[in-house]
């Protein structure tokens, strides 16, 4: 079962806007982390943020948390072509010694060159 | 290059089969971790093994079978296979039980005819 679900399931923007994807989960969480995937290809971790934390910037790349609305939000921004590619959050719910991420259908985000 | 290597990348096989997926985690993680992928289902966790032990399991078909050897690295069998089995399958690692990055693999297209 999906625990996380991404908003929107779909996204298209031209080159240098900004992309903000956003994840809902139902349950208390120990960490969420997002996920890139180009078609057909392997998972590529993007950012780590734990339940304490409300921010964190990568690169281009900007996540918040808000464990009271149990909701995180993506923004790339200045995209690329090269950002086509489709979004995961997965949440980690913690907790004894084991670890199952639970992941969103996804945001599917096209850059349009 | 996330350092976690899958063998086969593709393989077909008919109905009835069995097959095993291979992984190699990244240098000095001893958590791995298996996951399916498909159009309806979305990413599924199977099931994570920890320095030799299994730890979680998830949405994990009586059919399919995992282990973690004393390399750890892991092994997935699929046995009796459906044409419902046709998914990529991921496999994860990372360094403890909990609570770090997670990275994957660029998993095994398993194609059932």
């Known amino acids: 079962s999906q625990q996380g679900e991404e908003d929107p399931q779909a996204l298209s923007i031209q080159e240098g806007e900004n992309a903000t994807m956003n994840c809902s989960y139902k349950t208390s969480i120990n960490n969420l982390q997002w996920y890139r995937q180009n078609s057909g290809r392997g998972l590529v971790h993007l950012i780590l943020i734990r339940s304490n934390e409300r921010e964190k910037h990568s690169g281009r790349l900007r996540v918040t948390l808000d464990t009271s609305k149990k909701s995180s939000s993506l923004l790339i921004t200045a995209s690329r072509a090269a950002d086509t590619a489709s979004y995961f959050c997965a949440t980690d719910p913690g907790g004894a010694g084991s670890y199952q991420l639970t992941f969103g259908k996804g945001t599917k985000l096209s850059v349009i060159p | 290059d996330s350092g976690v290597t899958q063998t086969p990348k593709h393989l077909i096989t008919a109905t009835g089969q069995r097959v095993t997926l291979r992984c190699s985690p990244r240098s000095g993680d001893l958590s791995v971790y298996w996951y399916q992928q498909s159009l309806d289902q979305g990413l599924q966790f199977l099931i994570q093994y920890y320095n030799g032990e299994e730890r979680a399991k998830g949405n994990i078909l009586e059919r399919f079978s995992a282990q973690q050897f004393p390399d750890l690295h892991s092994e997935l069998n699929l046995s009796s296979l459906e044409l419902g089995d046709s998914a990529l399958y991921f496999c994860?690692?990372?360094?403890?039980?909990?609570?770090?990055?997670?990275?994957f693999g660029e998993g095994s297209w398993l194609t059932v005819v």
């Open positions: 994860a690692s990372s360094v403890s039980h909990s609570g770090n990055t997670i990275y």
